[in-house]
């Protein structure tokens, strides 16, 4: 009896692992479709007229900086903001997107599509001085590409 359980051992043990492999590879084919359909983001930093390729189809320019806050020294009747202006460039044309965390009538994060921008850090992030002469702009965004709908 003890050699009859032995060689069950042998051959039920090995079989066993067998099945729990092969489940673990069923689950991580479906695991592997859904990663490909899952939320991504990266994030960029550009300066006025630059541009970087998002997705196979997507291109994102900086195309403008507006800056009208007050500038530090001088007499406002209001405090201003500062937004800023991307193209979303693809086969069908583009599309304009603004960015600002203190424009009325803007946000610091829009959609488009299946893509999100998120603005997340300027420099400068204070007005310059008076006299002093326009600074390098700087916009750091995050893009979110969405999981896209199964079909």
Not at 54 to 65: G, N, Q, S, W
């Amino acid at each position: 009896m003890h050699s009859l359980t032995r060689s069950y051992r042998t051959v039920l043990l090995p079989l066993f692992f067998a099945c729990l492999a092969m489940l673990a590879g069923c689950g991580a084919a479906g695991s592997a479709g859904d990663a490909e359909n899952t939320p991504r983001s990266v994030t960029h930093v550009l300066s006025p007229g630059e541009q970087v390729a998002i997705t196979a189809t997507d291109t994102l320019k900086l195309e403008r900086v507006n800056d009208s806050r007050c500038r530090k020294g001088a007499v406002c009747v209001w405090k201003g903001y500062v937004s800023y202006s991307f193209s979303l460039l693809n086969s069908t044309g583009a599309t304009d997107i603004v960015l600002s965390d203190s424009m009325p009538g803007a946000a610091s994060s829009v959609s488009v599509n299946h893509l999100t921008f998120t603005l997340l850090d300027v420099d400068p992030a204070t007005p310059p001085a008076l006299n002093a002469a326009a600074p390098a702009y700087r916009v750091k965004v995050k893009i979110t590409q969405g999981a896209l709908e199964r079909q």
